[in-house]
């Protein structure tokens, strides 16, 4: 993919490095992409994996681009933006922000406004061009933005279009920590092989392979979920007593219940940086 844009993401950690990788393995101009990261050892690691321009500050970093990726914590985000605020204003870049719970309206607000925010909300799985993305645009952004917000998170996998911003936090509380889920999943099932007797190694070897076999059958299949869960459960066999373990101790509602205090807390992330 080529993509002539100039992207600065301002905050180089966990999420940045899947979004980077995700970029240039999919074909992206490294020259194209900067980084602000404070601390040393980060942004030059980042610089030396994937040769793209790394600065210590974010004024640095963003002069003359295109586009404005923030992607430092949800805490720091206000102190962030209006800093920036005059260089912004100066410049009119097309603003993307993964931040957890900071609204549109708010990064705007700091800014100095009249800007045009993205939301996105990607996920970790973004290095390996598997990453899911929610997307969400202010009344700001025209039809081209849209597209460069668009082209650049979809070449870390598939993009969503969300309509109504408050839905952010469930998209946050979904995909963007979902990926937490499924590797606590992973640990759990390979702690239960040991406690049943595997080498540690087996236990793991086999753990991961089942769960990549059965996210591949999940997406590749074109099955439902709970169609591909039947047919691994023969009657009165194994498979069935483990899922209706699972149901006594409530496995759906504890899932569920995971997923709103996730929402919760990008409301409240919102609400405390007001
Ligand atoms: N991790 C994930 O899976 C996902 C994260 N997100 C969002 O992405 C954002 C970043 O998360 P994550 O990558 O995990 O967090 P990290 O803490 O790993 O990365 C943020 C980085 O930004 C640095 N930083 C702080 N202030 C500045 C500044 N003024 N200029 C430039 N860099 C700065 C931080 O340094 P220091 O540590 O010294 O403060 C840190 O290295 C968050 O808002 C989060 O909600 C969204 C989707 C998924
Ligand atoms: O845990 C967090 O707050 C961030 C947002 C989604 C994934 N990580």
Redesign the pocket.
Known sequence: MTFATTIAF???????RSLVGGLVAQGCDPATIRV????DP?RESLAGDFGIKAYP??AEAVEGAHVWMF????Q?MRT?CETLAPLAQAEKPLVVS???GISGVQIEHWLGGGLGVVRA????PALLGAGATGLFANANVDANGRAVAEQLLASTGPTTWIGDEMQMDAVTALS?SGPAYVFLLAEAMIAAGEAEGLPPDAARALALQTVLGAARMLTESGEAPDELRKRVTSPNGTTQAALESFERDGFRAIVARAIHAARERGRELSAMND
């Open positions: 301002i905050g180089g950690g966990n999420m940045v602000a990261e404070p601390i980060v500050t974010a992607a430092v914590k949800p720091v962030v993964v931040a957890a909300m990607p996920n970790t963007g």
